[in-house]
Nanobody
Framework: VQLQASGGGLVQAGGPLKLPCAASGRTFSHYASGWFRQAPGKEREFVAAISWSGGSTYYAVSVRGRFTIFRDNTKDTVYLQMNSLKPEDTAVYYC??????????????????????WGQGTQVTVSS
């Protein structure tokens, strides 16, 4: 499976940005998804996760209330809506996916070691 993240760019502090992550070529029916980010000189960190059904989500404390993860399974796309952006949100954002069982529709994962597939990353720069 290939994951294609896009939507990054330069935005002023306080502004919004939406990152889509489109999946293609997948051979499994159900997958949980997540977004991670890596700032220069820092470790990759968890941002948000969503279950296959979309009914369960989880956020890092630093983005809670500002970011929203959601998905459209008819389009094989997961989105990260980012509002009230801050300069400290500047990073390369990566989407990730992991296959889940048919009855695991509510599962999500916050540990990057759980994920099998990764997108190439998209740069988000927030100016002050």
């Amino acid at each position: 499976v290939q994951l294609q993240a896009s939507g990054g760019g330069l935005v002023q502090a306080g502004g919004p940005l939406k990152l889509p992550c489109a999946a293609s070529g997948r051979t499994f029916s159900h997958y949980a998804s997540g977004w991670f980010r890596q700032a220069p000189g820092k470790e990759r960190e968890f941002v948000a996760a969503i279950s296959w059904s979309g009914g369960s989500t989880y956020y890092a404390v630093s983005v809670r209330g500002r970011f929203t993860i959601f998905r459209d399974n008819t389009k094989d796309t997961v989105y990260l809506q980012m509002n009230s952006l801050k300069p400290e949100d500047t990073a390369v954002y990566y989407c990730a996916a992991v296959p889940v069982g048919e009855y695991s529709g509510s599962y999500y994962y916050t540990d990057d070691r759980e994920y099998d597939y990764w997108g190439q990353g998209t740069q988000v720069t927030v100016s002050s």
